[in-house]
């Protein structure tokens, strides 16, 4: 199974192959923003990528133009695109200063 580290609460926890780096946090209790619900529309479950962003599926041009939105290029990525298929990844969820907005997106439907 693969591993993610976050090292801003220094814990690794196994995930199913294709957990979103915002699922594992959520599913283990690391505190991180997501107030768009996993829709690639706001920013604020960004991450750092401090190893393993192999094992990460590829960024979709989706994510990038969110994240040129905010002038962040890589190591960041969005939690909520960031799908782990390999064995390890070790992530930082950044501080921040103060909470972000409610985003306004509603959440897409299921199908």
């Known amino acids: 199974m693969p ?9 690794t926890f ?9 699922e594992a946090a959520l599913q283990n209790k690391v505190p991180i ?6 829709n690639c529309s706001c920013s604020t479950c960004r991450i750092r990528v401090i190893q393993g962003s192999e094992s990460l599926s590829s960024m979709e041009k989706s994510e990038m133009d969110v994240l040129d939105v905010f002038d962040l290029k890589p190591p960041h990525r969005l939690g909520c695109q960031s799908l782990i298929f390999g064995e390890y990844v070790e992530v930082e969820v ?3 200063d103060k909470e ?11 199908n």
């Open 3 to 11: 591993k993610i580290k976050f090292k801003n609460v220094d814990k």
């Open 14 to 22: 196994e995930v199913q192959k294709g957990t979103s780096v915002l």
């Open 33 to 38: 923003y997501h107030t768009c619900g996993g």
């Open 94 to 96: 950044p501080e921040r």
């Open 100 to 110: 972000p907005r409610p985003n306004k997106t509603p959440n897409l439907p299921d």
